[in-house]
Nanobody, 121 residues
Framework: QVQLVESGGGLVEAGGSLRLSCAASGSFFRIYAMGWYRQAPGKQRELVAVITSGGSTNYADSVKGRFTISRDRAEKTVDLQMNSLKPEDTAVYYC???????????????WGQGTQVTVSS
C-alpha cells in the first residue's frame, strides 16, 4: 500500500506564504508524477501544480508566478511553496502521486488526506 501524508497547511493573511509538504511511504516500485490539487467549498477539485519524475512542471494559470512545486525523489517528497497568497487560494489541498506498485505493472493514483489552507483578506 501507499500512504501520502501532507503537512504545512494553516491560516495566513493575504500576501503571506505557506509551504506544503507531502511524504510518500509504503511498498511500491516507482513514483511517477506527483502533484497538488485543491478543492474549495462548492467547487470541483482542480489541479494546482504537477511535477514529473524527470522534473518537468506544470501549473494552473491562477498560481503561475506565485507557487513553486519541487520534489525530492530520494526522500519521496513533494513540496508546494505558496507565495503572495490570495483569499481565493483558500481550499483543502491534496497531494497526489502516480505510483507503480510492481515492475511492469499498471500505474495507480493515490491521494493524501488533505490539508486546509485558509487565506484571510
Amino acid at each position: 500500500q501507499v500512504q501520502l501524508v501532507e503537512s504545512g497547511g494553516g491560516l495566513v493573511e493575504a500576501g503571506g506564504s505557506l509551504r506544503l509538504s507531502c511524504a510518500a511511504s509504503g511498498s511500491f516500485f516507482r513514483i511517477y508524477a506527483m502533484g497538488w490539487y485543491r478543492q474549495a467549498p462548492g467547487k470541483q477539485r482542480e489541479l494546482v501544480a504537477v511535477i514529473t519524475s524527470g522534473g518537468s512542471t506544470n501549473y494552473a494559470d491562477s498560481v503561475k508566478g506565485r507557487f513553486t512545486i519541487s520534489r525530492d525523489r530520494a526522500e519521496k517528497t513533494v513540496d508546494l511553496q505558496m507565495n503572495s497568497l490570495k483569499p481565493e487560494d483558500t481550499a483543502v489541498y491534496y497531494c497526489n502521486a502516480g505510483v507503480g506498485i510492481h515492475y511492469g505493472g499498471a500505474r495507480s493514483d493515490y491521494w493524501g488526506q488533505g490539508t486546509q489552507v485558509t487565506v484571510s483578506s
